[in-house]
């Protein structure tokens, strides 16, 4: 992927599609932002006028919930315009292509899509066909990219832990192989300079040359959680895995799960996250999913926040200073 796909003649975030190709300035930046938009969510009135006037397409070619709605939410409290178009019953369902769904979009002057798709790398295709003011956001493209997420799972890791990520011990546990968000997570830890980074995993689930992501592999969970700040859990994604890649989930719980006497092996103040949707009793106990060591549902809340920095910055860059104007 080019970098000069993602970032303008002038330095700035014209695309957001992935993690890879960025700079740590610009990571930081993000995070910047998303902080100066935190309060927001918290005011008797969510808005700011940032991006009224300009229409934002949500175009989710896979089932999502979660990420959909924060980032309908984020559009609105930035004050635009949102079409969530409904793939089921669009027109790519009787023939139309991708390109032309995405001419006749643009030809309501749309300013920016919001792209999910089961296939690697369709953002980045879109992103190179739109015309020049329009920008694309990667919403999670096959195995290949989750960006926003790695960087709200950023976001919570520097409100729970602070700025310095180099003092930190990050373990990324579960289904590495098939995950989009490890992806981008281990690139956007690797940017902001974390101390040790480790994937922990059954050999099964870690995809080959992982290390050269500048990570360390652990297949004991044990041995992996000992002494993190930080950890990570993983959704199992069964859709994504071909043939019997585990014994069964029972098992991968006995060997993997995240429970309470597990957590002990961690630092005293570790911060657990997940992604989610969450799998209770395959990837954690409930005890550890709702238990003071959690911010799982603050990662849901400070996504609206991330969103919003990198819709702003893509379509309307300007300084933290003016974005409550």
């Known amino acids: 992927m080019s970098a000069n796909l993602q970032i303008g003649e002038d330095g700035r975030l014209r695309h957001f599609l992935s993690i890879e190709g960025l700079n740590r300035g610009l990571l930081t930046e993000i995070l910047d932002t998303a902080e100066s938009f935190a309060g927001v969510t918290e005011q008797s009135v969510k808005k700011v006028p940032l991006l009224r006037g300009k229409t934002i397409v949500n175009l989710f070619f896979e089932a ?3 990420t959909r709605t924060t980032f309908e939410l984020a559009a609105k409290r930035l004050s ?4 969530n178009i409904n793939i089921n019953a669009s027109s790519a369902v009787k023939g139309e292509t991708l390109l032309d769904t995405l001419r006749n979009l643009e030809a309501m002057h749309i300013d920016m899509f919001v792209v999910r798709h089961t296939d690697s790398g369709t953002a980045n295709f879109i992103a190179s066909h739109v015309q020049p003011h329009v920008s694309v956001i990667n919403a999670g493209d096959g195995r290949h990219s989750h960006p926003t997420q790695a960087m709200l799972d950023m976001f919570t890791i520097r409100r729970e832990k602070g700025p310095d ?5 990050v373990a990324i546990v579960g289904d590495i192989a098939h995950s989009r968000v490890a992806r981008s997570q281990i690139h956007a830890l690797n940017l902001l300079n974390v101390g040790d ?3 922990v995993a059954p050999r099964t689930l870690i995809p080959a040359h992982v290390e050269s992501l500048g990570v360390r592999v652990f297949h004991d969970l044990q041995e992996g959680l000992r002494d993190a700040d930080v950890i990570i859990m993983l959704r199992l994604q069964r859709e994504r895995m071909q043939g019997a890649m585990l014994p069964s989930e029972h098992e991968y719980y006995r060997l993997y799960g995240l429970t309470r006497e597990r957590l002990t092996n961690a630092k005293p103040d570790v911060t657990v996250m ?7 009793g395959v990837e954690m106990d409930s005890q550890v999913a709702d238990g003071p060591r959690s911010v799982i549902l603050e990662q849901v809340t400070y996504g609206i926040a991330t969103r919003m920095a990198v819709m702003s910055m893509a379509m309307h860059p300007v300084s933290s200073q003016e974005n409550h104007g």
């Open 64 to 66: 999502s919930t979660r």
């Open 197 to 199: 980074l480790r994937v």
């Open 274 to 280: 997940h992604p989610g949707p969450i799998n209770r």
């Open 80 to 83: 635009a315009d949102v079409l």
């Open 165 to 169: 990520f180099g003092r930190l011990t």
